[in-house]
């Protein structure tokens, strides 16, 4: 039992470091290494387990919708990056560039990509000539490098995994509605798979994405109450259509630019499960997203007829991702090591339990224990699973909504920012300088203008002069 309780005591607490209790949990789950390339972390098979659940969701989703997969090359020439301006400075400070190949110099450097519109744009000015071409509704799954200063597992590092979507468009009414429907295919996945409530919206110009006409993003609230931008989807009108000279003949054979759009979401929504399910026992997985289901201990499985029930057990839950840890580690050990793992449900079954036709479910989420007849555990555990992935969403939305708070006036907005982190609504005039000015002095940035709005005042919340929009506000990740 002393091994067992060392397990869990190797986690900081939440309420002591949430900072530690995260880099502790990725750790001791095995969900990342970090690697000799610095910024760069190794994804182990428990959290890349995760990713791949992740990647199937979202990509069945993706084909419900219309979306096709391709792939773009991992570098841009130079040349190309730059012509669109507006993009090309939004990533500048973050380009890593190859200047050699082999022992040779390149005539031109080669940007490793930290997103891909021009090579979409690149290969769309060739490929479209027709409205008939129209739409192209496109989406890779790739790795990223941006050289960003300060990393952290998951949420920023400088390679790091995700999909891209790039979708033509013959209008403007088009290219608006399919980038709507993205983000609300995110939020939706967010809430319904991930277990994770999020805030629909429109970033502000300020925010919005390096060359876009206007973004749109889901935020979701951390335990430690810090905003995780979760996905976004961009309409970019026909400004990369005009730098690429994509244009297509209509149907009465005039030319006309195309409409594009872009969106994507990440290996950071791995880290946002974490933050927003997490304890200090260690990950608590919403069972859909759950790489391993459930898990099912043998108690003194030396004994006759315990590892033969186990696997009885198992083939009865076929229909779900279960495993029986059978080493011979201790049953205490075997249960924190689930624990720590978020694995949903344990089935515990020993020789006690098979003499009373039973087995015991012991929730991840809530600790909750319940006896159960073995003719009646594959329903029962059907059922236990959606009742764990029901109440992680409800108690993540309430932890969301006692922590979001309204303001005013800007000594009230002050102080909750300081004092109860969370959101915080709050008016604002529509002038970068005011958003500026509430980030200087308090951390806080726009994290969206939700598109369900209410008029808290008459005034923005820094200047005082008439309010546009309400926003969230809050301090991020």
């Given amino acids: 039992m002393a091994k067992d309780k060392k397990l869990v005591e190797a986690i900081t607490s939440m309420d002591v470091d949430f900072a530690q209790w995260y880099t502790d949990v990725v750790k001791k789950a095995e969900l990342i290494d970090y690697s000799s390339v610095k910024g760069c972390m190794v994804i182990k098979p428990a959290g890349y387990a995760i990713w791949e659940n992740i990647q199937k969701e979202l990509d069945g989703r993706f084909k419900e919708v219309g979306v096709?997969?391709?792939?773009?090359?991992?570098?841009?020439?130079?040349s190309l990056l730059e012509k669109e301006k507006d993009h090309v400075e939004g990533f500048a400070p973050e380009v890593a560039w190859v200047t050699y190949g082999g022992l040779e110099p390149l005539a031109e450097r080669l940007c490793v990509r930290p997103t891909s519109e021009t090579l979409f744009c690149d290969f769309y000015a060739r490929d479209i000539q027709s409205y008939r071409d129209l739409p192209k509704v496109y989406n890779q799954w790739c790795s990223v490098v941006r050289w960003e200063k300060t990393t952290r597992p998951f949420l920023r590092s400088r390679e790091f995994l995700w999909q891209e979507g790039h979708t033509a468009h013959a209008t403007a009414e088009d290219a608006q509605a399919r980038t709507e429907q993205m983000l609300n295919l995110y939020a939706d996945f967010c809430e319904e798979v991930l277990a994770m409530p999020v805030i629909r919206g429109q970033k502000t110009d300020k925010e919005k994405f390096a060359g876009a006409e206007a973004t749109y993003t889901i935020e979701a609230l951390m335990h430690d109450g810090k905003a995780l931008?979760?996905?976004?989807?961009?309409n970019f009108g026909d400004g990369f259509a005009k730098a690429f000279e994509i244009q297509y003949s209509d149907k009465e054979n005039k030319l006309q630019y195309v409409h594009q759009t872009s969106w994507g979401m990440s290996t950071r929504l791995i880290g946002g499960i974490i933050m927003v399910h997490g304890d200090d026992n260690g990950l608590v997985l919403p069972p859909r997203i759950a790489p391993v289901q459930v898990m099912i201990v043998p108690i003194q499985q030396s004994k006759e007829g315990v590892l033969d029930k186990a696997a009885e057990i198992k083939s009865v839950l076929s229909g779900y991702r279960v495993k029986v840890d059978d080493t011979d580690k201790s049953p205490g050990w075997k249960f924190a090591e689930s624990e720590m793992r978020g694995i949903p449900v344990r089935v515990e079954i020993g020789p006690k339990d098979i003499e009373a036709g039973q087995a015991i479910l012991v929730r991840r989420d809530t600790h909750e224990k319940t006896a159960v007849s073995l003719d009646e555990i594959g329903q029962k555990v059907g059922e236990l699973l959606d009742t764990i992935q029901r109440d992680m969403y409800e108690r993540a939305l309430a932890h969301r909504e006692a922590h979001t708070y309204?303001?005013?006036?800007?000594?009230?907005?002050?102080?909750?920012?300081?004092?109860?982190?969370?959101?915080?609504?709050?008016?604002?005039?529509?002038?970068?300088?005011?958003?500026?000015?509430?980030k200087e002095l308090t951390g806080a940035t726009s994290r969206c203008m939700p598109f369900k709005q209410e008029k808290l005042s008459d005034t923005c919340i820094c200047c005082g002069k008439p309010a546009t929009k309400m926003v969230y506000w809050g301090r991020a990740y």
């Fill in 68 to 78: 096709e997969n391709v792939y773009m090359p991992m570098f841009i020439p130079e």
């Fill in 229 to 234: 931008q979760s996905g976004t989807s961009h």
């Fill in 406 to 438: 309204e303001a005013t006036d800007f000594d009230t907005f002050t102080k909750t920012i300081e004092e109860k982190p969370g959101f915080v609504k709050a008016m604002w005039c529509g002038c970068q300088e005011c958003e500026d000015k509430i």
